[in-house]
């Protein structure tokens, strides 16, 4: 791939496309997570509301897998039909993705909006490579750029783009030079962020996926925790992801998917009546839970921690399909206040190494956790999390795990 200019502007422009598309898009599903949650329950009586929207939820999404198709598309399903096909089916497909995941968003999944936004991506990206007679290797690498920009402006993380390159860069050559690929990655995702802020002006929001940690004071009995911090993180991103099997082999056998979605929506509107954090993917209500978790009991901490875990994965195998990311980081996080809290010093750095630990294991990329981690803790803590990002990365692949 020549570093042409006209290359340098379709990737700009294609930065800017996905910013816009992930604001409308993340704006629209907050209208409707509003209206149902928050309007229409001010003039009902709320008793068990969560139960009955939830179960609701789950009757729509079923019917809608019945008769329409298994939407939204995963992200590794989006992914993996690229490899193979060389494009993104958007014929009758986008409009499908779009109002499949926004019915999961609006009635409360436990997931986030990426996998249904890189669906749609890709759809574009192979609608638009169509009309511009681009090459399939032209198409590979603009569709690259645009899911690390996508990640990147979701998830707040500027560097999830160029560290998707550096990560992957050994084993894989899209560009004839790493440096020219992490310039693109760079551009492309600083376009997206400056259109993804720009319309975010526009539309009422709350901060997203922020942590609040106590201040940094450093103490030297923060040095015997940090391995069990570092375990503990471990075994629950390892519980995680066995969440994930079991809950996949229980769709198996049963494949009715009317039948799964309203387990879905059940088990979701029970663990909801119960507490609002188990609802949603958690990039609005990390920074509320941040602030409250050291006045609750350490069983609450862990008890929204495995929860929520399990949740994500019985919406996502059952059905109400969406990403993972979001609730990975928010159950990783509780688990690791409840152990802060027990052992309060330097909590901070607990939970930072704690949740590096967790989430390396789940998305099995030490830089990428590290980067998407980056703007959650104070910067102090990053050496630390990505020390141990890539520790518990190299540790898996010698033990022969799957992290």
């Known amino acids: 791939m020549n570093f042409n200019l006209v290359f340098v502007l379709y990737s700009c422009l294609l930065g800017l496309i ?57 992200m590794h399903q989006t992914l993996e039909e690229f490899k193979t096909t060389g494009r993104v089916a958007y014929e009758g497909t986008v409009v499908k993705n779009i109002v499949a995941a926004l019915l999961v968003l609006t009635f409360g999944a436990s997931l986030g909006p990426e996998a249904a936004l890189i669906s749609i991506l890709g759809g574009w990206m192979t609608w638009a490579g169509d009309r511009m007679t681009w090459t399939l290797q032209k198409k590979k690498e603009l569709l690259d750029l645009g899911i690390g920009a996508m990640l990147s402006t979701i998830f707040y993380a500027p560097l999830i783009g160029v560290s998707e390159a550096l990560e992957d860069g050994v084993n894989r050559s899209n560009f004839k030079h790493k440096s020219i690929k992490v310039l693109l990655y760079a551009l492309t995702t600083a376009c997206g962020i400056f259109a993804f802020t720009a319309l ?28 069990p911090a570092i375990l503990i993180g471990t075994g629950f991103g390892y519980l995680f992801v066995m969440f994930g099997r079991w809950t996949d082999a229980v769709a198996r056998k049963y494949s009715h998917p009317l039948g799964l979605a309203l387990a879905a929506g059940a088990i979701l509107g029970l663990f909801g009546s119960l507490s609002s954090y188990f609802l949603f993917s958690g990039e609005q209500k990390i920074l509320e839970f941040s602030r409250i978790a050291f006045d609750q009991s350490v069983l609450f901490l862990i008890s929204i921690a495995v929860g929520k875990a399990l949740l994500t994965h019985v919406c996502f195998s059952f059905g109400w399909r969406g990403g993972k990311i979001f609730p990975a980081v928010f159950s990783s996080t509780a688990m690791a206040f409840a152990l802060a809290s027990v052992f309060p010093y330097t909590p901070g750095l607990l939970i930072a190494v704690s949740v590096a630990a967790s989430c390396t294991v789940i998305l099995k990329q030490p830089f ?12 102090q803590f990053f050496p630390f999390i990505l020390s141990v990002a890539v520790l518990i990365k190299q540790l898996s692949v010698r033990l022969g795990g799957s992290a």
């Open 200 to 227: 975010n002006r526009l539309f009422p929001h709350e901060v997203l996926f922020s942590i609040s940690t106590p201040k940094v004071n450093w103490t030297v009995e923060v040095i015997y925790l940090l391995l």
């Open 18 to 74: 996905v910013g816009a598309l992930a604001s409308m898009f993340l704006a629209l599903s907050n209208l409707l997570i509003h209206l149902v949650w928050t309007t229409v329950p001010e003039q009902l009586d709320t008793t068990f509301y969560p139960f009955w929207i939830c179960l609701f939820g789950g009757l729509l999404i079923g019917l809608f897998q019945t008769y329409i198709g298994d939407y939204p598309r995963t």
């Open 368 to 379: 990428v956790t590290a980067t998407l981690l980056l703007f959650l803790f104070p910067l």
